[in-house]
T-cell receptor, first 112, second 114 residues
């Protein structure tokens, strides 16, 4: 089966940098995705890493180390609107099947 | 505008009644999914469908049923056999021709069983 571990809550100051970690255990590995969800809203896709290294998209970056079964989401220049829950997710198998297993989510609170 | 719609946003039902949640997409995506979200939990997969007239059970399918008669529509029925149906239900879709890892979500239906 698949399992993902991420911290339940993180608090950071507006303008700062925060890192949200995710460790996973999978029977096969096909990539790590990140989603953002504001309270009561729909999750939205942020990033996907299939290979080791850092992927940057504006203020958000995502990192993957397959040898360590570990990834993180890095948010820079935090804004109040970044207060949300962040989920890491892995596909259950390779090409042709896109079922995702999600972590339980990290609730990020940005404070002034 | 392309997207996924779910209706209604809030739904109240009495215990023992079946209820059907609507999900429609106009993104021309092949795959559609239903997830359940409980407080403090991640999203758990109920059912998914990769093609019309075919669907597969996810991790928590007991007490739920689906149909996929049209590419655009994937309704979910919460039956009286579901022991704890009160939850936030999210529908999603994805394009299998791409990497497939990006799923697009609807706004969700919050079901409360009284």
């Amino acid at each position: 089966g698949q399992s993902l571990e991420q911290p339940s809550e993180v608090t950071a100051v507006e303008g700062a940098i925060v890192q949200i970690n995710c460790t996973y255990q999978t029977s096969g590995f096909y990539g790590l995705s990140w989603y953002q969800q504001h309270d009561g809203g729909a999750p939205t896709f942020l990033s996907y890493n299939a290979l080791d290294g850092l992927e940057e998209t504006g203020r958000f970056s995502s990192f993957l180390s397959r040898s360590d079964s570990y990834g993180y989401l890095l948010l820079q220049e935090l804004q109040m609107k970044d207060s949300a829950s962040y989920f890491c997710a892995v596909p259950n198998s390779g090409a042709g099947s896109y079922q995702l297993t999600f972590g339980k989510g990290t609730k990020l609170s940005v404070i002034p | 505008d392309g997207g996924i719609t779910q209706s209604p946003k809030y739904l109240f039902r009495k215990e023992g009644q079946n209820v059907t949640l609507s999900c429609e997409q106009n993104l021309n995506h092949d795959a559609m999914y239903w997830y359940r979200q409980d407080p403090g939990q991640g999203l758990r997969l109920i059912y998914y469908s990769q093609i019309v007239n075919d669907f597969q059970k996810g991790d928590i399918a007991e007490g739920y049923s689906v149909s996929r008669e049209k590419k655009e529509s994937f309704p979910l029925t919460v039956t009286s056999a579901q022991k704890n149906p009160t939850a936030f239900y999210l529908c999603a879709s994805s394009d299998l021709r791409g990497s497939g890892n990006e799923q697009f979500f609807g706004p969700g239906t919050r079901l409360t069983v009284l």
